[in-house]
């Protein structure tokens, strides 16, 4: 068997599987009011993938790689995230910060003679290192899948810009039943809007993550990248910031700003991943 018909093949029988256990994981969301076995769907799609083919399951990129790449995993999510929320914050598109959930967290960390700042500081060092840490399982699961063997597979058959593009559209559409049920999104904005700014911003990072995947040749840079963007976004800019009117247009993965933030980034990564071949 050629080259290309294998690589036809296991491709098939991964979006195959992954159909059949995305299914069911959008099934056991409704009865487990969680999104772990969603997440954990994609990596068994990919682990079956390779057991059935009889891949080394080492293909999936488990050795750690260069630290440096790792470190950028961490960092980059952080200062997009950030940058995004400045502009937010600069014109007057949301306000720092929701006294509310700063009163909330006080409360929550027993910590009510602290001030505001000192709140907020220790919020997000928490963030920052437990919060963190907690989502590996769930983002490992996701990323088995998408960067451990979607990047690579798709690599034989075609150049940077099509590997980028191709598994960050499939990352991005594997989330819309979501958004269809409504499970994930916001209530200020168009479903279509909601849809092209989502797909426009996991596409973005997808092409990031697709030049972590290659240049480091290890799943974990993608892994750290994934966590790090999804818990600074979600558990302290997006919810440290009071909305207004308008918010739900700029904000968080349903946004115009975090979206075209990483856009620009991804066009830098995009120039550089070229270069690999």
């Not at 950030?82 to 959930?101: H, P």
């Not at 590997?163 to 409504?182: D, E, K, R, T």
């Not at 440290?240 to 247009?249: E, K, L, Y």
Request: proline share 3%.
């Amino acid at each position: 068997m050629d080259r290309t018909r294998e690589s036809a093949i296991t491709l098939a029988l991964f979006l195959a599987l992954l159909v059949g256990f995305s299914a069911a994981g959008y099934w056991l969301i409704f009865r487990l009011e969680s999104a772990t076995p969603l997440m954990l769907s994609v990596g068994l799609a990919a682990v079956v993938t390779c057991l059935v083919r009889g891949r080394s399951l080492d293909a999936l990129g488990w050795g750690w790689g260069a630290w440096r790449y790792a470190w950028l995993g961490y960092a980059l999510p952080l200062v997009m995230i950030a940058a995004a929320y400045l502009v937010i914050w600069g014109c007057d598109l949301g306000q720092w910060y929701d006294l509310a959930f700063v009163l909330e967290k006080k409360q929550g960390y027993h910590l009510e003679g602290w001030s505001d700042m000192a709140v907020i500081a220790f919020h997000f060092a928490v963030t920052a290192s437990l919060s963190f840490l907690l989502l590996l399982p769930s983002v490992l699961g996701e990323e088995l899948g998408w960067r451990g063997f979607l990047v690579p597979e798709l690599g034989k058959w075609m150049g940077f810009t099509g590997v980028a593009l191709v598994s960050g559209l499939v990352w991005a559409v594997w989330h819309w039943p979501l958004i269809f049920m409504g499970l994930y999104g916001n209530e200020g904005t168009p479903l279509t809007f909601q849809l092209v700014a989502f797909t426009l911003f996991i596409a973005a990072n997808g092409v990031i993550l697709a030049f972590l995947r290659l240049k480091s040749g290890s799943l974990w840079p993608a892994v750290i990248f994934h966590m790090s963007s999804n818990v600074f976004l979600q558990k302290f800019f997006t919810p440290m910031t009071a909305g207004t009117d308008r918010s739900a247009w700029y904000m968080d993965e349903f946004g115009a700003v975090p979206a075209l933030v990483t856009l620009l980034v991804a066009g830098y990564f995009w120039r550089k991943g070229r270069q690999l071949g």
